[in-house]
């Protein structure tokens, strides 16, 4: 038989507000799976209230469990929550420190998906609501195949004692405030993955990545479904809600394939000289409507003969790497496909009719 295959390192990126076992506890609980599965790195994100007890209460139980589990564990990394100031936030209080926990969250989660050869586990039982609220869609943001998001969850008389940090192999009482004893034994432990959708091949993170709504938005523009807007005399391209700026000729090249896929048409294979000289024809027709001078002098002495087949593989072959190059995966619905066998190649932008948008037919005109 196989052998089984070596488990990845571990990220362990934990929430903790004002309950720090939260991240031994998810430790435990991963410790008791077959095969164990224990981080290789620990990051907890706190606020400034947590920070203290963080500090206070985590090294000290991470060598417990350590010498519990006779494993060793890598002493945590706390990433304080800041503002956009760099100041430490001390709670979530208001809408303010709501958008700067959003942001500083996303940032911890881009920033730990980064290595390819270390999975996450994000654990999301600490904090606020609304911290845990915000990692699951940074995580879903940027989640991988082999990341996790989990709960732990715990009997509420033993959550968030100082004394009780995961169970010990000897069960010990422990006193409650109202009176009487809770046994560790009756910890009810267990650790609840959450399913999330993973969209980190859906979308391209921009120059704002680390803001939450911008990263939102661009990954919704992603999702939603295709738009392709040209603006013939503007010379603009929009694909969804990119603006896209193309040179004169590429720009009458897409116009000429949008026009074509607005009636279902496509560039067929050609054999003829009648045939090179009709394509050369309609391409020349599209170039008139965006280019004047000598560009377009140039483009008729490059078309006098017809149009040769690497005259448009080129110009096809430059307008998709820009569509890759500005989009990243959301490119993937305005390529131009390339249809039948070499050289029996013909080509046609795939988007359906009314995905086409031309300003100029919307003008009336």
Same mark, same amino acid.
């Given at each position: 038989?196989?052998?089984?295959?070596?488990?990845?390192?571990?990220?362990?990126?934990?929430?903790?507000?004002?309950?720090?076992?939260?991240?031994?506890?998810?430790?435990?609980?991963?410790?008791?799976?077959?095969?164990?599965?224990?981080?290789?790195?620990?990051?907890?994100?706190?606020?400034?209230?947590?920070?203290?007890?963080?500090?206070?209460?985590?090294?000290?139980?991470?060598?417990?469990?350590?010498?519990?589990?006779?494993?060793?564990?890598?002493?945590?990394?706390?990433?304080?929550?800041?503002?956009?100031?760099?100041? #430490?936030?001390?709670?979530?209080?208001?809408?303010?420190?709501?958008?700067?926990? =959003? !942001? %500083?969250?996303? &940032? +911890? /989660? @881009?920033?730990?998906?980064?290595?390819?050869?270390?999975?996450?586990?994000?654990?999301?039982?600490?904090?606020?609501?609304?911290?845990?609220?915000?990692?699951?869609?940074?995580?879903?943001?940027?989640?991988?195949?082999?990341?996790?998001?989990?709960?732990?969850?715990?009997?509420?008389?033993?959550?968030?004692?100082?004394?009780?940090?995961?169970?010990?192999?000897?069960?010990?009482?422990?006193?409650?405030?109202?009176?009487?004893?809770?046994?560790?034994?009756?910890?009810?432990?267990?650790?609840?993955?959450? #399913?999330?959708?993973?969209?980190?091949?859906?979308?391209?993170?921009?120059?704002? =990545? !680390? %803001?939450?709504? &911008? +990263? /939102? @938005?661009?990954?919704?523009?992603?999702?939603?479904?295709?738009?392709?807007?040209?603006?013939?005399?503007?010379?603009?391209?929009?694909?969804?809600?990119?603006?896209?700026?193309?040179?004169?000729?590429?720009?009458?090249?897409?116009?000429?394939?949008?026009?074509?896929?607005?009636?279902?048409?496509?560039?067929?294979?050609?054999?003829?000289?009648?045939?090179?000289?009709?394509?050369?024809?309609?391409?020349?027709?599209?170039?008139?409507?965006?280019?004047?001078?000598?560009?377009?002098?140039?483009?008729?002495?490059?078309?006098?003969?017809?149009?040769?087949?690497?005259?448009?593989?080129?110009?096809?072959?430059?307008?998709?790497? +820009?569509?890759?190059?500005?989009?990243?995966?959301?490119?993937?619905?305005?390529?131009?496909?390339?249809?039948?066998?070499?050289?029996?190649?013909?080509?046609?932008?795939?988007?359906?009719?009314?995905?086409?948008?031309?300003?100029?037919?919307?003008?009336?005109?």
């Amino acid at each position: 038989m196989p052998a089984d295959p070596v488990p990845r390192p571990l990220h362990l990126l934990a929430l903790a507000g004002l309950s720090p076992q939260v991240v031994t506890e998810t430790i435990w609980c991963l410790a008791r799976r077959r095969p164990p599965r224990l981080p290789s790195r620990i990051t907890v994100l706190t606020t400034a209230a947590g920070r203290p007890l963080a500090e206070r209460l985590l090294p000290p139980a991470l060598r417990d469990l350590s010498a519990a589990l006779g494993a060793g564990l890598p002493p945590p990394r706390l990433r304080l929550l800041r503002r956009r100031d760099a100041a #430490p936030l001390k709670d979530i209080a208001s809408d303010a420190d709501n958008r700067a926990a =959003a !942001d %500083a969250i996303l &940032a +911890a /989660v @881009a920033e730990a998906t980064l290595d390819p050869a270390t999975d996450v586990h994000l654990s999301i039982a600490g904090g606020r609501k609304t911290m845990g609220c915000l990692a699951a869609i940074a995580l879903s943001l940027y989640g991988r195949e082999g990341d996790c998001l989990s709960h732990v969850l715990v009997d509420p008389r033993l959550q968030g004692r100082a004394d009780f940090f995961f169970p010990p192999a000897v069960p010990r009482r422990l006193p409650l405030p109202e009176g009487g004893t809770v046994s560790t034994a009756e910890h009810g432990l267990t650790l609840a993955e959450i #399913p999330f959708v993973r969209l980190r091949a859906r979308w391209r993170p921009g120059r704002d =990545a !680390d %803001a939450f709504s &911008a +990263a /939102v @938005a661009a990954a919704q523009e992603a999702l939603d479904p295709p738009r392709l807007i040209l603006d013939p005399a503007r010379r603009q391209a929009h694909l969804g809600a990119h603006r896209l700026p193309l040179p004169p000729t590429l720009f009458a090249g897409l116009l000429w394939l949008a026009e074509l896929a607005r009636r279902g048409d496509a560039v067929p294979w050609w054999r003829t000289a009648e045939q090179a000289r009709d394509l050369a024809a309609q391409y020349l027709a599209a170039m008139e409507r965006v280019v004047r001078g000598s560009e377009l002098d140039q483009a008729r002495r490059a078309l006098s003969a017809g149009m040769e087949r690497t005259y448009l593989a080129e110009k096809v072959s430059r307008l998709n790497r +820009a569509f890759r190059q500005a989009l990243g995966p959301a490119a993937e619905p305005f390529l131009i496909r390339a249809e039948g066998r070499r050289p029996r190649t013909g080509y046609r932008l795939a988007l359906p009719a009314e995905a086409i948008t031309i300003i100029e037919d919307a003008r009336g005109r």
